[in-house]
């Protein structure tokens, strides 16, 4: 019984944090797309680090800030709708992962990413941003890409 009864509180605490965190990237993506520049970078972590689409995009938050500043001072940042997200936790809770579905102007796309609590609050550390493709289309993809 006692087993079953740590086993359900493990489970319970798992889902309690999957929702609070679904929460905080889905207020994330919102951000972006109201433009709201010091909501958006104020769920970073400061080691924040943000992968995005294009060779060579691997952005530290303040070089990204500086990037993203114009888009959003424009009102025009990016929308992302979020699906199917799926997380994982380390033992202690303080470390948590995901993948999640996107839908965005770049059709399907998937992201991917790291939270790390850091006195009792939740912060995103690391961001992937992945378009997705076909594997019978890379060929043509990859053709694609080496046309100058």
């Known amino acids: 019984m006692k ?10 605490s798992s889902i309690t944090f999957a929702q609070t965190l679904d929460t905080k990237l889905d207020d994330w993506h919102k951000a972006a797309s109201d433009a709201n520049f010091k909501a958006y ?15 060579g995009e691997r952005w530290k ?26 997380w994982q936790f380390n033992s202690d809770s303080t470390v948590a992962w995901f993948d999640e579905d996107l839908d965005t102007w770049m059709k399907d796309c998937r992201g991917s990413g790291v939270l790390i609590k850091r006195d009792n609050e939740w912060k995103i550390a690391y961001y992937n941003l992945t378009v997705l493709i076909e594997n019978e289309k890379i060929k043509a993809f990859i053709e694609l890409r080496e046309k100058e």
């Open 3 to 12: 087993k079953l009864l740590i086993a359900f509180t493990i489970l319970t």
């Open 41 to 55: 970078f104020g769920f970073m972590d400061s080691s924040f680090v943000f992968l995005g689409t294009a060779p």
């Open 61 to 86: 938050k303040d070089a990204f800030a500086k990037f993203s500043k114009p888009y959003f001072d424009k009102g025009q940042a990016w929308d992302f709708k979020a699906s199917n997200r799926i």
